[in-house]
């Protein structure tokens, strides 16, 4: 028996070659929990030969008598789930001394990502006060061991770690109901096992061209990645025109250490960034809906004399007039003049490099930049690392199951954070199709495009979530299974629209440019309307007091997605500090989720009284039963400031906004002080509405 044991050993080891991480944490002199995910046939089979003698596994009767031979290795007790006594069962053998493996979720994977915690293991934490060790399997789930048969590649010989957490207790609440205590212990569970997952997943110094370059042998290169309305391209195309785009503009970026893109969603921005990443360049994207002014300032702030544009794009977006401004003043390079010159010595060169899996050129700084949009007088460059952007590509992935077999539709800019890294970066180095459309606004084209295309996932801003929800037929959205909304407060009307129209839940989201973007998400598994969801995994969080506020405070945040730092017109780089001020104004639950209430700048002092300016909205919106609202502050000599709300709606009055606070007994502050009819409201290229436009044309008396 034991020759048989020490030989399935070996070749189960030489098989898969797992890679045992935190070992040494365990200590089963103690009775404890050693509680895994769940993703192949493999998993209790692997950690039987890796885990120390004294664990006893629990295994479900039916997978017992299917995995009878190997188990006959393993000190184990077989549990029927349905019978309501195997509770007892499992409580007598941690009683007796004994340390059990036993998975929460209670079956395989489907999904490639965690699924529910079942009670009975929490209940077992609970009743016992023992050690409990979170253990993050990864790579079973691509393994023929899995249940993920056409969701995604499958491999005989795939790579295979798992990572041992640090142990944690749970204490009973004798205030609490068991059933409560439960259902705590379950979230708890979830929670952890999440953020095991995600750290072991994370990298650091990272190249996302070389985690593109991972997800094509990962996925297959024939793997059809990226889709534009002219174009389609799969990994191993993706990657030559990578190599062939980056050794042209080798030369022609020598000593330039970031580079402005100027470019639309498209295959052609894809390619562009990519082929920057692997010549050790920074990119600045810049939007392309700003003035000239704006842009000049954008590249005075991040020092760019470069830029890389498409005549296309130019003649399509109508922006001849933006480059005769620019051209005075930088260097303009069009792809189609690199793509022309190209010979066929570099199609060549490019081919090899591809065939021989040419990593990124080494680079003290991978980074990116953006710009952030908001009143200051210039614009400041947000410096974003490979490693941020990673990680917030890992920390959404590890919270929402995605596969090979969904597509994602994105029409949020590349300029905007949220398009760039949720859009565009998560699908391509997570190995999904993406199509990308030039613009958010096309309300109508792009309903039809998510249905002709049969998107499964799309991201978007309530406005746009509006916009498309408005001009859709009802079955345009039959195949969207996920849809996020970010950038702004989702409308309740909106949420209530798509759920009505099409069936479809909308997720709400929240972040910032300076985060990568993601902070916090609802999801499947942890999901509460009107709060924006919880923090993404490997984040913390404190509220700093705001005085005049007494419920919640200033978000502040720090994590592994957190920004390099800020570029200042006329200063240049400034480090972020530990603790990222995200300027919002919040409150959270007890079970983690966060709700804003506001912007802190987007309050008005009326009569040294603190008033929400996002809660005047949110009132008027209750009012009247539509969104078509924003409010600003102007000056009063009197009051130090009073409100102005403005509305798309011709047919409200103020008197009417003031009868329903007074019936609903709001404070007579929230009574705006005058209401301004207005065609439509300002937009920012993220969608947001414009409110410095908004303020400016209130200070220019509305003309």
């Given at each position: ?414 300029f905007h954070s949220f398009g760039l890294t949720a859009g565009t970066l998560l699908p391509v180095v997570k190995g999904v199709p993406v199509y990308l459309y030039p613009s958010p606004l096309h309300y109508k084209a792009i309903s039809e495009l998510v249905y002709d295309q049969n998107a499964t996932i799309l991201f978007g801003t309530s406005t746009f979530m509006a916009g498309y929800g408005r001009m859709a037929h009802p079955y345009n959205f039959y195949s969207l299974r996920y849809v996020f909304a970010g950038a702004e407060k989702l409308k309740d009307d909106v949420r209530k629209l798509w ?178 009819v207005i065609k439509t409201l300002p937009l920012l290229g993220s969608g947001k509405t414009d409110y410095v436009t908004l303020k400016q044309l209130a200070e220019s008396g509305g003309k």
């Amino acid at each position: 028996m034991v020759l048989i044991h020490t030989f399935l050993k070996m070749i189960l080891m030489l098989w898969f070659r797992p890679r045992i991480n935190g070992l040494h944490k365990l200590d089963l002199s103690q009775p404890s929990l050693i509680i895994p995910n769940h993703v192949s046939l493999m998993d209790a089979v692997l950690l039987s030969f890796c885990l120390p003698k004294g664990a006893t596994f629990v295994v479900n009767t039916t997978i017992a008598k299917r995995f009878a031979f190997f188990l006959r290795f393993r000190k184990h007790i077989a549990i029927d789930p349905m019978n309501p006594y195997s509770i007892r069962h499992m409580l007598r053998v941690i009683r007796s001394g004994e340390t059990l493996v036993i998975f929460p979720e209670g079956r395989i994977t489907t999904t490639g990502s965690m699924m529910k915690i079942y009670s009975g293991v929490g209940y077992l934490a609970l009743r016992t006060g023992v050690n409990v060790y979170p253990v993050a399997i990864q790579g079973l789930e691509r393994s023929i061991f899995s249940y993920m048969k056409g969701k995604l590649l499958l491999s005989w010989f795939p790579d295979v770690t798992m990572t041992i957490g640090n142990p944690f207790t749970m204490e009973r609440d004798p205030n609490l109901s068991m059933r409560a205590q439960k259902a705590t212990a379950n979230d708890q569970i979830l929670q952890t096992l999440q953020n095991e997952l995600f750290q072991s997943r994370m990298k650091q110094n990272v190249n996302l061209f070389d985690e593109v370059l991972e997800a094509a042998r990962l996925n297959g290169a024939k793997l059809e990645i990226a889709k534009d309305l002219t174009s389609a391209i799969n990994y191993r195309t993706l990657l030559i025109g990578s190599y062939l785009l980056g050794n042209k503009l080798q030369s022609s970026l020598l000593g330039k250490p970031v580079v402005g893109v100027f470019l639309p969603n498209s295959v052609g921005h894809l390619v562009t960034l990519l082929s920057l990443f692997r010549i050790g360049k920074t990119p600045a994207i810049l939007n392309f809906s700003l003035g000239i002014r704006s842009l000049l300032d954008c590249c005075e702030t991040a020092q760019i004399d470069t830029i890389l544009t498409s005549r296309v794009f130019i003649e399509k977006g109508k922006l001849e007039h933006i480059i005769a401004g620019l051209e005075p003043h930088l260097k303009i390079i069009y792809l189609e003049d690199l793509k022309a010159s190209a010979t066929g010595f570099d199609k060549l060169a490019a081919l090899t490099r591809y065939l021989l899996k040419q990593k990124a050129s080494p680079a003290s700084d991978n980074e990116l930049i953006l710009f952030t949009s908001g009143s200051e007088s210039k614009p400041k460059g947000v410096v974003l690392t490979h490693t941020n952007l990673y990680a917030n590509i890992q920390q959404v992935t590890t919270v929402i199951d995605i596969t090979t077999r969904d597509k994602f539709f994105n029409a949020l800019p590349m300029f905007h954070s949220f398009g760039l890294t949720a859009g565009t970066l998560l699908p391509v180095v997570k190995g999904v199709p993406v199509y990308l459309y030039p613009s958010p606004l096309h309300y109508k084209a792009i309903s039809e495009l998510v249905y002709d295309q049969n998107a499964t996932i799309l991201f978007g801003t309530s406005t746009f979530m509006a916009g498309y929800g408005r001009m859709a037929h009802p079955y345009n959205f039959y195949s969207l299974r996920y849809v996020f909304a970010g950038a702004e407060k989702l409308k309740d009307d909106v949420r209530k629209l798509w759920m009505e129209k099409f069936g479809v839940r909308i997720f709400e989201g929240y972040g910032a440019t300076e985060t990568a973007p993601i902070l916090s998400l609802n999801t499947p598994l942890a999901n509460k309307p009107g709060t924006v969801g919880r923090l993404m995994p490997g984040m913390s969080y404190k509220l700093d007091a705001v005085s005049g506020i007494e419920e919640g405070g200033e978000l502040l945040v720090k994590g592994p997605n957190v920004m390099k730092g800020y570029l200042i017109h006329g200063k240049g780089f400034i480090p972020a500090e530990e603790w990222y001020h995200t300027g919002d104004l919040v409150t959270t639950d007890k079970d983690g989720f966060i709700s804003i209430q506001s912007r802190l700048k987007r309050f008005a002092k009326i009569g040294g009284e603190m008033v929400s300016l996002n809660l005047i909205e949110e009132l008027a919106m209750q009012c009247f039963g539509h969104s078509g609202f924003a409010a600003i502050t102007v000056n009063d000599p009197r009051k130090g400031e009073r409100v102005l709300l403005f509305t798309t709606d011709e047919t409200v009055a103020l008197s009417q906004l003031r009868a329903y606070l007074t019936e609903k007994q709001y404070s007579p502050l929230l009574i705006p002080g005058t209401m301004q009819v207005i065609k439509t409201l300002p937009l920012l290229g993220s969608g947001k509405t414009d409110y410095v436009t908004l303020k400016q044309l209130a200070e220019s008396g509305g003309k």
